[in-house]
């Protein structure tokens, strides 16, 4: 005899492996999938599954946080929301948005693709244009000024 939270574990792990996967996929393409307006208005939080009778694959509903404000003007955006997630997947896999209200007085966590730092060609080039700045304080000002604008462009 096992115990029984060996099989609740395999189980449960083949159930849920799907569902964390696919909302980190969804959280990763974020603003890809809501554009850069918007990415900052919500943010999904939770995928809900749903198995009607008869049906071979269940309703998968995802539940995005968002304000009342921003709820609305995600809500205009519902259906090219759920067209470039289900480009994502391959498949119509999504089938519904649920918005949850947040109070508005908080901020929405928002998760940031990490900027790549610069080459050591773009190092060498900013530091050939700052070469006859005297003031170290204001080269180093405009040094790190320099760097944001190259990030940004390769953003």
Known sequence: MRPLSEATAKIAGKSFERKYIALGRIVNNWRDIVGEKLADKGQPVKIHYRKKKGAKK????????????DATLLH?????????INQIFGERWISAIKFVNVASNTQTK???????????????????????????????????LGQSIIMDEKA
């Open 58 to 69: 269940p309703d998968a509903t995802l539940e995005i946080a968002a304000n009342s404000a």
């Open 76 to 84: 205009y955006q519902k259906d090219l929301i759920l067209e470039r």
């Open 110 to 144: 928002t998760f940031k693709k990490p900027k790549a730092p610069l080459t050591e060609e773009e190092k060498k080039t900013l530091s050939d244009v700052l070469l006859n700045i005297e003031d170290e304080d204001m080269k180093a000002r405009l040094e790190h």
